[in-house]
């Protein structure tokens, strides 16, 4: 089963409330009970503050009662969440382009060594003019 990240807050969402009625009326939106990490995400769209991502790693860290290590190693394998407990979509392992990396890399190691020959502390730097 191969979901987004939202698909995947989706599916939890209804597993915990059986409909969609269930889902919108949630009662973990931090005002009748504490508020849910995936509760902007529930309805299967992306308004919200912070990332899908993060939201579903609090959530976990949330179920596995704060434990970093127990999230890690949850035993829930058929919950939607699983593949991206830890915060990362592993749907992206392997995608981008690693040669611009490479280069965006090389580009930074250059830059900062030049700066740090010319000086770059507060007191150094001129005034900007318009």
């Keep these: ?3 987004s990240p939202l698909k995947a ?3 939890r969402c209804l597993n915990c409330g059986e409909t969609t009625t269930d889902i919108k009326d949630c009662l ?3 005002i009748k009970d504490e508020l849910c990490p995936l509760f902007p995400f529930r309805m299967g769209r992306g308004k919200g503050k912070g990332s ?3 939201a579903i790693r ?3 860290l949330w179920c596995m009662a704060g434990s970093k290590r127990e999230t890690a190693l949850c035993p829930s394998t058929d919950c939607p969440l ?3 407990r830890m915060g990362h979509n592993p749907n992206l392992k392997g995608k981008g382009n690693p040669e611009a990396l490479q280069r965006y890399h090389s580009i930074s190691k250059t830059s900062s060594s030049s ?3 010319k ?3 507060i007191g150094n730097r001129k005034p900007l003019t318009k």
Aim: aromatic share 16%; proline share 4%; charged share 40%.
């Design 1 to 3: 089963m191969n979901l």
């Design 9 to 11: 807050i989706r599916r």
């Design 28 to 30: 973990f939106d931090g």
């Design 52 to 54: 899908r991502l993060r």
């Design 58 to 60: 609090k959530y976990c």
């Design 82 to 84: 699983y593949p991206y």
């Design 115 to 117: 700066e740090k020959n």
């Design 119 to 121: 000086g770059s502390e």
